[in-house]
């Protein structure tokens, strides 16, 4: 019914804000769990590639930018930014340039990953010195991490829009129901139809876990940097292997990706944004404070490094909301 409303321009009954959110959330899960969410992960992709790029930028600022290569994430994250927003208003967009500009993101951050090794490599002691010039030497994960908007922005060019014609079916429908609404479409489903019907809970599961796996070793290393001077630093260490482990549930069990994932991974967001407030803190209490605030910024706690950790939350709510693959 409100489906239909909304198609024929009829406005909708009087209802209070309580009952208006509610029906705004049932239809937004029913969006997320059919596919229909393009514009908004397209958006979410963009928005999380300015995270990274700042991130990216100021870090090889403190590499003097030694190596031409070392400008290409800085650029790529703008380009990445600017197709994910226009992924959001315009359909052609999000299916022809948000995909080339994310393939060519991720491209990035493979050699951008080998670089770093290579940096860890020539320092002195090489890799027989690992743990000490893991610490010291150039975040091995970061260009990994970096990539994350990319996989999403990939992930949302093959994805439906809102408006996108096809009944919604009810989270509460039966198997069954859900069986016949699809018997018709498709003999067969490939991976590029469950992505667009919302059939990838697994695959977003996979993506949660590795994202955990790379955010959580770089916090324990830069971590370890500050001899863990703070206890709230041990945190994401903790808060890292949990999601790992309720993401391998949620592979391998249904209901565990409905309670027990999106519960640690609601946990990894706010664990994220509380990370957040102290690295703006530690910032800020360095020598000059507010008045050198780009120099403590580039030089003090990666500013937003928590919140890089918090997108694997995101992640993990976000494969709660998705069915499984067929």
């Known amino acids: 019914m409100t489906r239909d409303l909304l198609e024929t321009g009829e406005s909708l009954p009087p209802a209070d804000d309580a009952a208006t959110l509610k029906r705004d959330a049932e ?26 790029g700042l991130e990216v930028s100021y870090e090889h600022y403190k590499g003097s930018y030694s190596r031409p290569v070392m400008y290409t994430p800085v650029i790529l994250s703008g380009t990445l930014a600017l197709a994910g927003v226009a992924g959001f208003f315009s359909r052609r967009s999000a299916n022809t340039l948000l995909p080339a500009v994310s393939a060519i993101t991720l491209a990035d951050s493979v050699i951008g990953f080998y670089f ?5 490599r020539r320092k002195p002691g090489g890799w027989r010195l690992p743990v000490v010039n893991i610490v010291m030497g150039p975040p091995i994960f970061a260009p990994l991490l970096f990539g994350t908007s990319a996989y999403l922005g990939l992930v949302a060019s093959f994805l439906r829009r809102g408006d996108d014609g096809g009944d919604v079916v009810p989270r509460s429908a039966s198997k ?28 977003m599961v996979a993506a949660t876990i590795l994202a955990s796996f790379l955010s959580g070793f770089e916090a324990a ?32 069990s249904k209901r565990a990706a409905h309670t027990v994932l999106p519960a640690v991974s609601a946990l990894a967001m706010l664990n994220g944004s509380i990370g957040f407030g102290y690295h703006v803190r530690g910032i800020f209490r360095r020598p000059g404070g507010s008045k050198k605030l780009l120099y403590n910024i580039i030089y003090g706690p990666p500013v937003f490094a928590p919140l890089l950790f918090a997108a694997s939350g995101f992640l993990g709510v976000l494969a709660s909301l998705l069915r499984r693959e067929e």
């Not at 969006?31 to 990274?52: K, M, N, T, Y």
């Not at 770093?116 to 860890?120: D, R």
């Open 176 to 203: 069954a129901h859900w069986a016949a609404s699809l018997s018709g479409m498709h003999e067969t489903i490939d991976a590029g139809q469950d992505l667009r019907e919302g059939r990838f809970q697994q695959h």
């Open 27 to 52: 239809m937004a899960d029913l969006h997320i769990r059919e596919g229909r969410f393009q514009r908004w992960l397209a958006l979410a992709a963009g928005l999380s590639s300015v995270l990274s």
């Open 116 to 120: 770093h090794v290579q940096g860890i």
């Open 221 to 252: 290393y830069s971590h370890y940097k500050n001899n863990f001077r703070y206890g709230v630093q041990w945190t994401p260490l903790i808060v890292s292997p949990m999601l790992m482990a309720a993401g391998v549930a949620a592979l391998k």
